[in-house]
Nanobody, 124 residues
Framework: QVQLVESGGGLVQAGGSLRLSCAAS????????MAWFRQAPGKDRDFVAA????????YHADSVKDRFTIARDNAKNTVYLQMNGLKPEDTALYYC?????????????????WGQGTQVTVSS
């Protein structure tokens, strides 16, 4: 069992930056693939980025590529999402997710554990 707690969301103007954090507790964090998803009101939960257990490989959605960067610190049991150049369309509830197996996945149904989410609001 893994518990995930996101933090770092908030209100920011377009063009600004935020860094989200997801702290994990429970079974060895370093063996899990980690990912970020987001969900805007009335829309599906969309993939944002994923990172393998070692941090050696990452995958970002086209909509955030070159603006967002996923990273992890296994010594701190934490995964991050650095978000630069934020746009109003990035406004959503951002979720951290964990997969018990190593390997990049982009479907929400593939992930085993989820946090409660942190709200990101970008004003124009």
């Amino acid at each position: 069992q893994v518990q995930l707690v996101e933090s770092g969301g908030g209100l920011v103007q377009a063009g600004g930056s935020l860094r989200l954090s997801c702290a994990a507790s429970g079974r060895p964090f370093s063996s899990y693939t980690m990912a970020w998803f987001r969900q805007a009101p009335g829309k599906d939960r969309d993939f944002v980025a994923a990172i393998t257990s070692s941090g050696g490989s990452t995958y970002h959605a086209d909509s955030v590529k070159d603006r967002f960067t996923i990273a992890r610190d296994n010594a701190k049991n934490t995964v991050y999402l650095q978000m630069n150049g934020l746009k109003p369309e990035d406004t959503a509830l951002y979720y951290c997710a964990a997969l018990r197996y190593d390997g990049l996945r982009y479907r929400a149904n593939d992930y085993d554990y989820w946090g409660q989410g942190t709200q990101v609001t970008v004003s124009s």
